[in-house]
């Protein structure tokens, strides 16, 4: 495996970093020199210091948590413990995007602070598990797509005054594996690792166990070394009814409003067969629309 590679985008303005699995786009409104100098050299230890713990990080979260060496590794851990703690089979892997992203994020921010030049606005995004820095006044649009086609579902506005410094989308047909049929799950969260572990597992909730029409096969028999193990992922899933669609939708929008409840997760948006449900505050309109582009896929 080559080692890490950095490179400015066609725009002159966002940097691209890349690494083995690892995928970040990165854009600072601010000292973008100080910034990406910080970001490269974090992102020169990333892969080592994930690879270093993997088999802890593919082996399920217990109730009570692990201790982790690495700061990406604990992100993760502290991120899935609150879903173990309520019973759900779940790996620190299910937030390693959203993790990476912080800790990137985390890098910048301690740079440009220690400088005395705090940005007005930041950002990192791993594959459509986005990490954001907003300053006072500040606000970030992104749109929202499936993860099968790459087709608009709507758009988010974050405000600085919004709890929200964390989106992610997942669902069948993303980077990773499900064990449901959500073509996307979008979720805004206080961070983005949290944001990522509540995507997964809305993404599994939206589902008809049983179903003639769904496919699936174990995860190992895809991936030998994927940390879901002999449980079934879903490779396929033909034209449900009507009522069936809001049967699997019902099923994913019951288990985001217990993680509303619970203080997981400030909103999310489920999306199949044409059809979506939200959970979300009165004043939280997460469909604004449709996107011109997609930006939040993984």
Not at 212 to 221: G, K, S
């Amino acid at each position: 495996m080559t080692g890490p590679a950095a490179a400015l985008l066609p725009d002159g303005r966002r940097l691209h970093l890349q690494h083995g699995p690892i995928d970040l786009i990165i854009d600072v409104d601010g000292d973008r020199q100080a910034a990406y100098a910080a970001a490269q050299a974090r992102f020169a230890t990333v892969l080592a210091e994930l690879v270093g713990e993997l088999p802890a990080l593919r082996s399920p979260c217990p109730p009570e948590g692990r201790s982790f060496a690495g700061a990406i590794a604990r992100r993760m851990e502290a991120a899935v413990r609150p879903h173990a703690a309520a019973g759900l089979f779940v790996t620190p892997m299910a937030a390693v995007a959203g993790s990476v992203a912080e800790e990137v994020l985390t890098a910048i921010l301690a740079a440009l602070d220690a400088a005395g030049r705090p940005p007005a606005r930041a950002y990192v995004n791993n594959g459509g598990d986005i990490a954001l820095y907003l300053a006072a006044g500040q606000r970030f649009d992104l749109a929202v797509a499936r993860v099968e086609d790459g087709g608009g579902h709507g758009r988010v506005r974050i405000e600085a005054a919004d709890p929200v410094r964390g989106v992610a989308t997942s669902g069948r047909g993303g980077r990773s594996f499900s064990l449901g049929i959500a073509e996307a799950v979008t979720v805004l969260a206080d961070r983005a690792g949290a944001a990522d572990v509540a995507a997964t597992l809305l993404g599994n909730a939206v589902d008809l166990p049983g179903h003639a029409a769904i496919r699936r096969v174990p995860a190992r028999e895809l991936d030998p070394d994927s940390d879901l193990g002999d449980r079934p992922v879903v490779t396929g899933c033909g034209r449900l009814a009507a009522a069936e669609v809001a049967d699997a939708l019902e099923r994913g929008l019951q288990a985001a409003e217990r993680m509303r409840a619970a203080g997981l997760i400030h909103a999310a948006a489920l999306f199949l067969q044409g059809e979506s449900r939200v959970a979300a505050p009165a004043d939280r309109a997460m469909l604004a629309g449709a996107p011109d582009r997609p930006s939040s896929q993984g």
